[in-house]
Structure formats: structure tokens, C-alpha cells
């Protein structure tokens, strides 16, 4: 059994989230709240609340135990962008592009 949460629109490159997804892909999910919960990266903070609403939705939607679930697939998708415009050199303008995510978490059961 399958058990998804997704959370958008997070404000962060998803090229950062992807390196924090990629340190927790496979492992037990409560381990990878522990580990979540050390990381100095800003985007393990979001990442770690996605995986505990997919824990959440374990729990309270279908009535199964946490400890048997494993993060299965993450991954981070690019949102919209924010595209800003700050005042350059000689009357010009530098572009600035603020990135946005979508974060994908899929719990899978461990098969005795």
C-alpha cells in the first residue's frame, strides 16, 4: 500500500530540495524524521513536515502503523516563478528569478 502527501509552492530552488530528498529516499520513515530533524539545510524543514503529514495520512486515513512504512519516492518539481527586477549600473536592470518547489513524498509498506 501507497501513501502520498505533497505540499506546493514551497519558497526554495528545488535543486536545493532536491539534495535534501535525495539523503532520506529509501530509508524508514521515522528514521527520516530523526535525521530531518539534525540537517542544517533550510529545506529539510520542509521536507520534514511533508513526510510527516504522509505519516499522518498513514495513521488517520487508512489505520495502519508508521513504523512499517519506508519513503519509497521524493522528489521535487519546480513550481512558478517569481520574476523581480533590481536597479543595475548606468539606468539598466539586473533580473532576479525567485524559484519555487512542489515536494512529492510516497510511503510504501516494507514486504515480510
Not at 21 to 42: H, I, S
Not at 73 to 83: D, M, N, S, V
Not at 93 to 109: D, N
Request: aromatic share 8%.
Amino acid at each position: 500500500m501507497e501513501v502520498r502527501a505533497m505540499t506546493k509552492y514551497l519558497p526554495i530552488a528545488p535543486r536545493k530540495l532536491a539534495l535534501v530528498c535525495d539523503k532520506v529516499r529509501g530509508m524508514n520513515a521515522e528514521q527520516a524524521l530523526v535525521v530531518l530533524e539534525f540537517m542544517p539545510q533550510k529545506g529539510a524543514k520542509l521536507v520534514y513536515k511533508t513526510v510527516a503529514s504522509a505519516i499522518a495520512n498513514a495513521r488517520n486515513n487508512f489505520d495502519r502503523n508508521p513504523s512499517a512504512f519506508f519513503v519509497s519516492q521524493i522528489w521535487a518539481g519546480e513550481g512558478p516563478k517569481l520574476k523581480r527586477y533590481k536597479a543595475g549600473a548606468r539606468g539598466r536592470y539586473k533580473p532576479r528569478v525567485r524559484r519555487q518547489s512542489h515536494l512529492w513524498v510516497v510511503l510504501a509498506e516494507k514486504e515480510d
